[in-house]
């Protein structure tokens, strides 16, 4: 006979967003179960997404600078890779942090049950697992996330055509590796690859990588990852794959000199879908879109007022952060409080090399909806710190309102960009002035320079860089935007004003990222 266990709070899944929320509702005093079918918590996020991808990332960025450091008059040894010790390292930081949500849990009392979920009702739950349960619940917080799209006619018998999660697991290291889709999974594993030697191809179905992403803020990636990978294909399809002697045999239309080429391995990163099916909301009121996230109010309550939804199952951007906001909202939400999903800004980052982040209102934004924005950018090669660090391909920008001189946006890339973007979104979230960010004093000599420094180019008031009013369209609508140009190299401004009205023309879909981050 199954089990039967009564919560006040009941959380389907045990992913970022889930236990923030689970902690958060204990905090405040309620009895909370938190089901997750993994046997350890943390989510996609922690046991395949952020956190391995991460440690990898950040093993890949060591190898690189080693090798650039020659430049500087430093030479070191070719590196040595043992990539089972690699792996070995990378789950010991996963198993680590999985420990600590496993003791914060115990220590507010918030049981974890382990197992499939399905709602049986509107107010009960069935888990099966090594032991079957009931959970009957007040209230509902749903936080199952998402998974990576899969292409059913690329799964082939041989093994070697993996999503990210397989990609985490780079024991043994494939030769060549083609990677399909140029966004956040694709470039970030793409270079963790190419770092421990692998030779990598990437192929993209849109006119540039990113996509979504301001032009300018891409355009340093593109050119760092058109230097590291053994071709960067952009408007290509793949139009098949096959088991082949010795590896997988693909086919290509577009932009590519050899339509048929044989790879080691071939990972696929084309996006990710919300995981709202086969967990019984047929058995509840919870209504779901033509895309799969569920319906949910700013208070995340569906339209079954005890059930919520939160992270990615909820809506895009599918990003680990952003769950866990929702979910103490939601959580607070439940328990009385007046709490409302009522955020400005969400950052998101790029954890390549260069790094890209942004937050806020995005120029391709504006130009897709057709309002009015003003932006400064500040380029890193007038940054101190930048030249001493060897990133000076860098960039930061401010979007603000014409109207107000709000800052409702910042874009940057360069080293450091995942948190230097907190600013940012600090900024947008307390409604801060150009005037304010430009007069808060920054230490010298810091990245984190360049942000009062592009607020100085939008007041004219800049030190090092030489900032001019201009004409430009930016959503459609005339505006002038503070030229960054410099003073010391004429043809600099040129290009820069040149890229700028690229930039505001482009249009490559929806701004909102899909990654393993939620």
Known sequence: MAETIAADVLVLGAGPGGYAAAFRAADLGMQVVMVDRAPRPGGICLHHGCIPSKALL???????????????????????????????????????????????????????VHGRAHFAGPDRIEVLGEHAVMITFKHCIIATGSRSVQVRDWRLPSGRVVDSYDALNIHPLPENLLVIGGGYIGLELGQVYSALGTRVQVVEVTEGVLPGVDRDLARPLQQR?????????????????????????????????????????????VGRRPNSDGIGLENTEVSVDDQGFIINDAQHRTTQANIYAIGDVAGQPMLAHKA??????????????????????????????????????????????GFEVAVARFPWKRSGRAQTLGSTEGMTKVIVDPATNRIIGVGIVGRGADNMISEGVFACEMGASVEDLARSIHPHPTLSETLSGAAEVFLGSATDVLARKRPQRTGGKQETEPDASDSEDENDGKDEAEHANEDSAASDGPNEPNDDQG
């Not at 430049?71 to 600590?100: C, M, S």
């Open 225 to 269: 990852i058109d230097e590291m990978f053994v071709g960067v294909h952009l408007d290509t399809r793949v139009t098949g794959l096959k088991d082949v002697e010795g590896g997988v045999k693909a086919s290509f239309s577009g932009e590519v000199t050899e339509p048929d080429t044989v790879f080691d391995k071939v990972l696929v990163a």
């Open 324 to 369: 866990s906001y929702e979910g103490k909202v939601a959580a607070e939400v439940l328990t009385g409080a007046a709490s409302a999903d009522d955020r400005r800004a969400v950052p998101a980052v790029v954890f390549t090399d260069p790094e890209v982040a942004w937050c806020g209102v995005t120029e391709t934004q504006a130009q897709q909806e």
């Open 58 to 112: 950040h093993a890949g960025d060591m190898i690189r600078r080693a090798r650039e450091a020659e430049h500087y008059g430093l030479r070191f040894g070719e590196p040595q890779i043992d990539t089972e010790k690699l792996d070995g390292w990378k789950q010991q930081v996963i198993d680590e942090l999985a420990a600590g949500i496993d003791a914060l849990a115990e220590q507010r009392d918030v049981r974890i």
